[in-house]
């Protein structure tokens, strides 16, 4: 397990699997190695695989807080939201301090609509790590969708505060002044955003409305 670690570390993935494999070959019931080889066959792109190995680690090991985050991350990502949610509860239920899971909770719920839960959820993360730009920049969002325009912009800024070029603040920001009707600060903040991160799409999708809107 721990030379299967080393090889992930280097990129060297199919050592990698072949090591936790062996591991697991070795002990059945190596709730470690099963997680390892699950992030492992998730970073390349296995997401049934890396599901499986998850659960075997879940059998051997319950109280497995990472696991249940990781499993959560793949069901938000395929939109099985009951699913992404109950594994994010299972996480935080086993790690009262996890606010990567308590923030990952929140998305879960603002997808789904719940957003007085979400709300809960990442006012918690932001309880345990103030300093979470994720979680600030969520915190944002729910402002946004709650048409709280000032206090979406006071978040998207603290998030700015912590790293400047964080793109997804950048992007959000422009999308409250657009809706704000400040045309040229949206497009500014669109094309900034595009500076930073060129593949970002949403800053292109939104530029062009944004450009659109103010030839209007």
């Known amino acids: 397990n721990i030379s299967g670690a080393f090889y992930k570390s280097k990129g060297q ?9 062996q591991a697991i070959n070795l002990k059945l019931n190596y709730a470690e190695a099963h997680y390892n080889l699950g992030v492992t066959l998730g970073e390349i792109g296995k997401i049934n695989e890396a599901i499986e ?3 075997n680690a879940l059998k051997n090991k319950k109280e497995y807080p990472d696991a249940h985050n990781n499993l959560g991350n793949i069901y938000l990502d395929l939109s099985q939201y009951e699913l ?7 996480a935080v239920a086993y790690k009262t301090d996890f606010a ?4 990952n909770l929140g998305i879960a719920n603002r997808t789904i609509g719940r957003l007085s839960e979400a ?6 993360a932001l309880s345990i790590n103030p300093n979470f730009i994720s979680a600030i920049n969520c915190r944002g969002l729910l ?3 709650m048409n709280q325009h000032e206090d979406a912009i006071k978040f998207f800024e603290r998030a700015l505060q912590l790293d400047s070029n ?5 992007n959000n920001i422009g999308l409250v002044y657009r809706e704000k009707n400040q045309i040229k600060d949206a497009i500014k903040s669109f ?12 800053s292109y999708y939104n530029l062009i409305h944004g450009i659109r809107e103010y030839r209007a």
Request: with cysteine.
């Open 13 to 21: 993935y199919s050592v990698a699997i072949e090591k936790f494999e």
């Open 53 to 55: 190995c998850y659960k």
């Open 84 to 90: 992404s949610i109950e594994h994010f509860e299972w």
């Open 100 to 103: 990567e899971a308590f923030n």
């Open 119 to 124: 709300g809960k959820n990442i006012d918690k």
């Open 143 to 145: 402002h946004h969708d």
């Open 166 to 170: 964080f793109v997804d603040a950048i």
């Open 191 to 202: 094309e900034k955003a595009i500076k930073l991160a060129p593949n970002f799409a949403n």
